[in-house]
């Protein structure tokens, strides 16, 4: 029976990879501080006895008893108003945390996979983004913890590979969105639905001209389940190349609701990449992958999800960093 450790396990990527291998026949050890992470999300998979949960900090030191075959590393905070808040976890969970579990992959002899993100790009000055592209990050600005960190966890999970012969994966991230997205995380898919059941005008940011392209959960997970069976050690893009602009999204997401409300425009946040569209070209060659769930049908099954909140879910949001350690 494959053992794997999964972390981020409450989280939004982190449950829907917990039910996939799960799913697969695999014994899944899902490990969460639950800081960005919800119980919720896994609370079906407690009466499994293929499913155990560990509630530990990844970026101390990570002990798991028996063999493991695989580790997916999917801790981190993930949206840019979370970085923002808790900005030294963000830079200890893919620094620190990922060099703890690169040693723990090391020593249990593990094929480790890590969630690094098109953030990587930086505001991309090449487009769309290929894996070859260094990107363009400002190290200091708001969203440098974040795509620092993540930079620094490929740094260091090649030199695991190459050093020490550790089979490592490393897919970047696009936009991705579905059900079991925080509804507060601040991002603009659960930001503008909420809003909308909420029966608030939505908050598009600057002239919304910015762009991303958005890839429904499900194809995400399929892109990650190859890529970890792959035999390949070099990035890998995953997301959908349908892009679309930040207005446009929010007039989707008007239509689809059914909602009276109008948008307003707010101040620009610091360094928002102003486009962002993967090539997708090396997954559809190495993984044969590439997303099959329109935008359409995607928001649909998101916009279901969201509706089936309780009304304490859609007016308390708030955060739950007030207890953190600095
Ligand atoms: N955005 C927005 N209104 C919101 C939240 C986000 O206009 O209430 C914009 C944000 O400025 C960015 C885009 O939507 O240009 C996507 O933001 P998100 O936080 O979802 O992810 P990012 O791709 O920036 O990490």
Known sequence: MKRMLITGAAGFLGSHLCDRFIKEGYTVIGMDNLITGDLKNIEHLFKKKEFEFYHHDVSRFVHVPGHLDYILHFASPASPIDYLKIPIQTLKVSSL?????L????????????ASTSEVYGDPLVHPQNEDYWGNVN???????YDEAKRFQEAITMAYHTFHG??????RIFNTYGP???LNDGRALPAFIGQALRG???????????TRSFCYVDDLIEGIARLLWSDYNQPVNIGNPDEISIREFAEEIIRLTG?????TYKILPTDDPQQRQPDITRAKEILGWEPKVSRAEGLKLTYDYFKGLSKEELYNSAHRFESLPK
Do not use: C
């Open 259 to 263: 909602t009276n409300q109008k948008i």
């Open 180 to 182: 079991r997205m925080r």
């Open 139 to 145: 190290p200091i600005g708001p969203r440098g913890v």
């Open 200 to 210: 608030e005008d939505l908050t598009v940011f600057g002239k919304g001209s910015q």
């Open 166 to 171: 550790v089979e490592t994966r490393i897919v």
């Open 103 to 114: 040693g723990l992959a090391k020593s249990k002899n593990a094929r480790i996979l890590v």
């Open 97 to 101: 945390g990922t060099h703890n579990l």
